[in-house]
Nanobody
Framework: QVQLVESGGGLVQAGGSLRLSCAASGRTFSSYTVGWFRRAPGEEREFVATISWSTGNTYYADSVKGRFTISRDNAKNMMYLQMNSLKPEDTAVYYC??????????????????WGQGAQVAVSS
């Protein structure tokens, strides 16, 4: 069982930066692939980024590639999403997820077993 809690959301101007954190409970966190998804108002939840537990490889949605960076610290049971050069279209609720599925990249939310409660990110123009 893994419990996830996001923090670090907020309001920022376009071009600014935010870092989202996700704290995980559970001794086996290091063996889970973790990822970030987001849901914009009126939209479906979509993939943002993921990092494999086994290889450390990272994958990003085209819309955030080059601006966002996903990372994890297994010793602290933490994962992060550094968001730079934010745009108004990045406004969404951001969710961290953990998956026991095998393979990579895990870009589909149905492959994730655990989710955080979400963190609101708002980017003003």
């Amino acid at each position: 069982q893994v419990q996830l809690v996001e923090s670090g959301g907020g309001l920022v101007q376009a071009g600014g930066s935010l870092r989202l954190s996700c704290a995980a409970s559970g001794r086996t966190f290091s063996s889970y692939t973790v990822g970030w998804f987001r849901r914009a108002p009126g939209e479906e939840r979509e993939f943002v980024a993921t990092i494999s537990w086994s290889t450390g490889n990272t994958y990003y949605a085209d819309s955030v590639k080059g601006r966002f960076t996903i990372s994890r610290d297994n010793a602290k049971n933490m994962m992060y999403l550094q968001m730079n050069s934010l745009k108004p279209e990045d406004t969404a609720v951001y969710y961290c997820g953990a998956s026991r599925a095998v393979g990579e990249p895990l870009m589909f939310q149905r492959l994730y077993d655990y989710w955080g409660q979400g963190a609101q990110v708002a980017v003003s123009s």
